[in-house]
T-cell receptor
Framework: KAGVTQTPRYLIKTRGQQVTLSCSPI?????VSWYQQTPGQGLQFLFE???????NKGNFPGRFSGRQFSNSRSEMNVSTLELGDSALYLC????????????FGQGTRLTVV | KQEVTQIPAALSVPEGENLVLNCSFT??????LQWFRQDPGKGLTSLLL?????REQTSGRLNASLDKSSGRSTLYIAASQPGDSATYLC???????????FGTGTRLQVFP
């Protein structure tokens, strides 16, 4: 079966712009989580959605937001981009939140110039 | 606050060696522990999931153990190969914060 699909794979944006990233989970999975990975901070949790509801949020500014649709696909949006937002953004899906195995997509590499 | 530590940070070994990667966590209130592999610039590939009630899981040349009471997990890689070269990450599903919390990883290089 198809894995977790993230689009686009690469993005280059200018400071001040906004960006939307997309994640399609494995069919049947209802939980989608987002992570930011940087060399200095490692993997940091952004937020988690389950059945279209945000269940948890990490310590990121309000410029970072997300949503989940009825088909479980999720988007995350970053507004007013800063240079420090340059990172690999990873999406994970699981069947039932934290008690089941998490599967990750290939990520979106965002570069802010 | 749950903290996950992985030792060593980096490891370089010749092909054929058996390896042990270590992961420790500070709070035993976890749902499960998962080991991942990450190749440079890529996403994470799930290797093994150990539920909190389990002691170990095996997949091919990989064996992971979990001692929840002492806050430790080990990933054993038998007969290492150059294709095993990657960063290995462990993560715990934290029961208090309802988050998947990652360690900083072990960068493994297996040379021919």
């Amino acid at each position: 079966k198809a894995g977790v699909t993230q689009t686009p794979r690469y993005l280059i944006k200018t400071r001040g712009q906004q960006v939307t990233l997309s994640c399609s989970p494995i069919s049947g999975h209802r939980s989608v989580s987002w992570y930011q990975q940087t060399p200095g901070q490692g993997l940091q949790f952004l937020f988690e959605y389950f059945s279209e509801t945000q269940r948890n949020k990490g310590n990121f500014p309000g410029r970072f937001s997300g949503r989940q649709f009825s088909n479980s696909r999720s988007e995350m949006n970053v507004s007013t981009l800063e240079l420090g937002d340059s990172a690999l953004y990873l999406c994970a899906s699981s069947l039932n939140r934290l008690t089941t195995e998490a599967f990750f997509g290939q990520g979106t590499r965002l570069t802010v110039v | 606050k749950q903290e996950v530590t992985q030792i060593p940070a980096a490891l370089s070994v010749p092909e054929g060696e058996n390896l042990v990667l270590n992961c420790s966590f500070t709070d035993s209130a976890i749902y499960n522990l998962q080991w991942f592999r990450q190749d440079p610039g890529k996403g994470l590939t799930s290797l093994l999931l150990i539920q909190s009630s389990q002691r170990e899981q095996t997949s091919g040349r990989l064996n992971a153990s979990l001692d929840k009471s002492s806050g430790r997990s080990t990933l054993y890689i038998a007969a290492s190969q150059p294709g095993d070269s990657a960063t290995y990450l462990c993560a715990v599903s934290d029961g208090n914060t309802d988050k998947l919390i990652f360690g900083t990883g072990t960068r493994l290089q297996v040379f021919p």
